[in-house]
């Protein structure tokens, strides 16, 4: 089961740090990714890395997002800096093209 942390309260321009630990060794073959739900919205994808650990960033928060991937430890992460009210979002980490069941997510809220 995939395993969120690092969530919390913060002030806007703050920074986060998210963590995920996934449930299996992870290959090159997979494509990691960050995705997010607010309140009344769908979840969404904001951040993905390859294998050879191209990135690709949702418009909003590419510039202040930074994700990341070990795989010889199994996790993945997501910095987040310059924190705005609308990042206020349940974090879900899960890989794009071979997806494994939806972990608990990691609650940011970003407010003063």
């Known amino acids: 089961q995939l395993v969120e942390s690092g969530g919390g309260l913060v002030q806007p321009g703050g920074s986060l740090r998210l963590s995920c630990v996934a449930p299996?060794?992870?290959?090159?073959?997979?494509?990691l990714a960050w995705y997010r739900q607010a309140p009344g919205k769908q979840r969404e994808l904001v951040a993905s890395?390859?294998?050879?650990?191209?990135?690709n960033y949702a418009d909003d928060v590419r510039g202040r997002f930074t994700i990341s991937r070990d795989n010889h430890k199994n996790t993945m992460n997501l910095q987040m800096n310059n924190l705005k009210p609308e990042d206020t979002a349940l974090y879900y980490c899960?890989?794009?093209?071979?997806?494994?069941?939806w972990g608990q997510g990691t609650l940011v809220t970003v407010s003063s």
């Open positions: 299996r060794d992870l290959n090159r073959i997979y494509i």
């Open positions: 890395i390859t294998g050879g650990e191209n990135t």
């Open positions: 899960n890989s794009k093209n071979y997806p494994w069941d």
